[in-house]
């Protein structure tokens, strides 16, 4: 398998049964022909994913409504659509026989009597509209009148809808004997509904549905429906890309999967296995050919062209024929190996029945060709024995395979509990954000992941920044966190582990992490085609929430933590500023010997007042000063706040220890002072700053002290 080509498969779905077997026929198809298989989830309306991987995808499979094959189409690379029909020939298309599947069933129930048949389904769907087109062909050709009354849409084909369905049949009186589900899984909501409202099937009412899901064998009562196999839609559109990307000539026309109608008891039937007529003797040789050609037809065809849909079918054939003439056959080992095949290529169990019936009814052939050649009642017996012990030991390991798939079935959904538990821990449960998010990603069966967020998204080359890799085993170096690659590029192939590079049935899964408003990014996983999620896609879908979620929380996390940056940041500048402006607005000024000037300009308010005594004690405390100059020759007018503030500072210094000079106490303001009743006993009073600093030089003078001059405030 090279990893420079690749087939690319776009879907708004890339889990659940349905998907899950035509991923398969798309991988087994691609792998022939060396290409690997990238599958893209895309909700319908979400086309843009096209650029995710765009530089690895030679060609698209398009599972996806018409109207969004336009995008592919124009993009330059091969296009096949799966099942739906583009309004154009520009692309081939494959589609299952929805037209003769669905005239089968009709006509079925016309068979049984009924002229009063519903039909529901959402008609938004090309394979539902095709359905219904032959529902009304089938009405017609039996002579049965349309009634528009008995059609019933439906906003989806899920089971949910199906409860919907017979929910409006109730409402409307129930005017029908008979229902056409457009879907198995629509099919099975009904049979639910119906249960509950005690209608009995197909008692009161006949229930046909159409796809063959594996739940439909087991429903009860079991579901006539008509069979399409998803692998072989899968492998023909995935070979016709192929054949595209070649060169080769490929109609563009429409290529129709074949349907088959299969009868269990839902619509008023009784199969049982059917039991051909004794074959007449013949040789041994003719009778096991005739048996390996039924049992290749029981098992149905393979989806690769060159393969038998059960190899061990030969096996089989030949224990029996040594069973028949006491030699030895295959080895034990052999044929456990050949019907755990049978089991894994044929879920059906009445078909798996078939396989016994007709094994046993081939060895008693056998045994009749061969009595008419001998005389030995003895030996008949013998080998009789040997027969009948050889179709009772297969129809065991028939029995033992099938339980066995069962009971690993029933292991891993068991453990799906504790998968939600743990998987709830690591991406729920870890409030810090920092934890792995893919930790989670082996106890699902799947090799590889990477998760990665969208790095400018809005670009017109979008990129993705790495969060997370996870992988298995020596796998090839995975990208470190934090790197950028292109969305076109992503993932890198050589970050594949080799279960996709060296013809592995893995295959890459792209997964867009989207909420409601917000494109958060993409995850990347590698799983098996036959992983056991495919029983149920709900439990990604609930895994991927979980994890947006969590990506959605560490964001908000990160985001809260930036703002408690920015908002610390601004609290510094405030702080500086504020210290700017509170010096400003209280300069103090150190002269030696222990004087400190403090010139004061402007009005003084209240709080002012109260940051001209904080700084003024602090500075006296802080450079033990003696003498305290305040200037107040800037400050306009005297009130009684002015007067208060002087006063409480110059209290204040004088309990440190510090003269107290006034500078700038004009008459006038001394008279306001006074007036306000503001004694100004024990301060000394200066007109000016010249005067006071000449009268505290001349004292120092006197006393022998150091001449006061300006120093470095620092």
Not at 334 to 357: F, G, K, N, T
């Amino acid at each position: 398998m090279s990893l420079d080509r690749a087939v690319g498969i776009m879907c708004p779905d890339i889990w659940g049964t349905y998907f899950c077997e035509v991923l398969g026929g798309v991988q087994s198809a691609a792998a022939r022909s060396g290409y690997r298989v990238i599958a893209v989830k895309s909700p319908p309306g979400h086309v843009h994913e096209l650029g995710l991987a765009r530089d690895q995808i030679d060609g698209w499979i398009a599972l996806i409504d018409a109207a969004d094959i336009e995008r592919f189409l124009d993009d330059g690379r091969p296009v096949v659509a799966l099942s739906t029909c583009p309004s154009d020939a520009r692309c081939p298309h494959v589609v299952p026989d929805n037209h003769g599947g669905a005239l089968a069933a009709v006509r079925h129930l016309i068979a049984h009597g009924h002229a009063r048949i519903a039909f529901a389904g959402n008609m938004a769907h090309d394979d539902v509209k095709q359905r219904f087109r032959a529902y009304r062909d089938a009405l017609g050709e039996g002579g049965v009148p349309f009634d528009p009354a008995l059609v019933i849409e439906l906003p989806s084909n899920e089971r949910e809808s199906g409860r919907l369905a017979v929910q409006r049949l109730f409402e409307a009186g129930m005017p029908c004997t008979a229902l056409f589900m457009a879907t198995d899984q629509g099919a099975l909501g009904a049979l639910d509904a119906l249960a509950e409202a005690g209608v009995r099937v197909p008692e009161d009412l006949a229930l046909v549905g159409f796809d063959d899901v594996e739940a439909a064998r087991y429903a009860s009562p079991p579901l006539t429906t008509v069979r399409q196999r998803f692998d072989s839609l899968g492998s023909t559109a995935a070979q016709l890309l192929i054949d595209l990307l070649a060169g080769r000539d490929v109609a563009s026309a429409g290529h129709v999967a074949p349907t088959t109608l299969v009868v269990r008891r839902s619509c008023g039937c009784s199969p049982a296995p059917a039991q051909a007529e004794p074959a007449p003797p013949g040789s041994a040789a003719g009778e096991a050919g005739a048996l390996a050609r039924d049992l290749l037809a029981l098992a149905g065809p393979s989806t690769a062209p060159d393969e038998a849909p059960w190899p061990g079918a030969a096996d089989v054939v030949a224990g029996l024929e040594a069973a028949a003439q006491g030699r030895p056959g295959p080895a034990a080992a052999a044929l456990e190996r050949a019907w755990r095949e049978a089991v894994e290529q044929v879920p059906d169990v009445d078909l798996l029945l078939a396989m016994i019936d007709r094994l046993e009814r081939a060895g008693q052939a056998m045994l009749r060709g061969a009595g008419d050649a001998a005389a030995d009642d003895a030996s008949d017996a013998a080998a009789g024995e040997r027969v009948a012990a050889y179709v009772r030991e297969a129809r065991r390991e028939m029995v033992r395979s099938r339980v066995a798939v069962e009971t690993a079935r029933a292991d891993y959904l068991n453990g799906l509990l504790d998968i939600n538990l743990v998987i709830r821990e690591t991406l729920l449960e870890d409030a810090g954000g920092g934890g792995s998010k893919l930790s989670w990603l082996s106890a699902v069966q799947m090799s590889w992941g990477c998760l990665a967020v969208w790095d400018a998204p809005g670009d017109a080359d979008p990129a993705l920044r790495i969060v997370e890799s996870a992988c298995r085993g020596a796998e090839p170096a995975a990208p470190a966190a934090g790197a950028r690659v292109a969305a076109a590029q992503f993932p890198r192939g050589d970050w594949l582990p080799t279960a996709v590079q060296h013809d592995g049935d893995h295959v890459i899964r792209l997964i867009p992490l989207r909420s409601d408003d917000h494109d958060r990014g993409v995850l990347a996983v590698c799983a098996p085609v036959s992983s056991p999620l495919g029983l149920d896609h709900r439990d990604m879908a609930v895994w991927v929430a979980m994890l947006t979620a969590a990506l959605e929380r560490a964001s908000l996390i990160e985001s809260l933590v930036e703002q408690e940056r920015q908002t610390r940041a601004a609290y510094e500048r405030e702080r500086a500023l504020a210290d700017a402006v509170r010096r400003l607005g209280c300069p103090v000024i150190p002269l030696d010997g222990g004087v400190l000037l403090v010139p004061l300009v402007g009005a003084i308010d209240l709080e002012r007042a109260r940051q001209v005594l904080e700084v003024v004690l602090a500075e006296i405390s802080r450079q033990e000063a003696e003498v305290l100059l305040m200037d107040i020759t800037g400050v306009p007018f005297a009130d009684m706040q002015v007067a208060e503030s002087l006063m409480k500072t110059a209290r204040a210094a004088v309990l440190l220890g510090a003269e107290v000079i006034v500078v700038g106490m004009r008459p006038q303001v001394a008279q306001g002072f006074t007036r306000l009743g503001v004694d100004l006993g024990g301060l000394t009073l200066h007109a000016t700053l010249g005067r006071a600093l000449s009268a505290l030089r001349h004292r120092r003078a006197t006393a022998g002290r150091t001449p006061i001059t300006l120093i470095d405030p620092k």
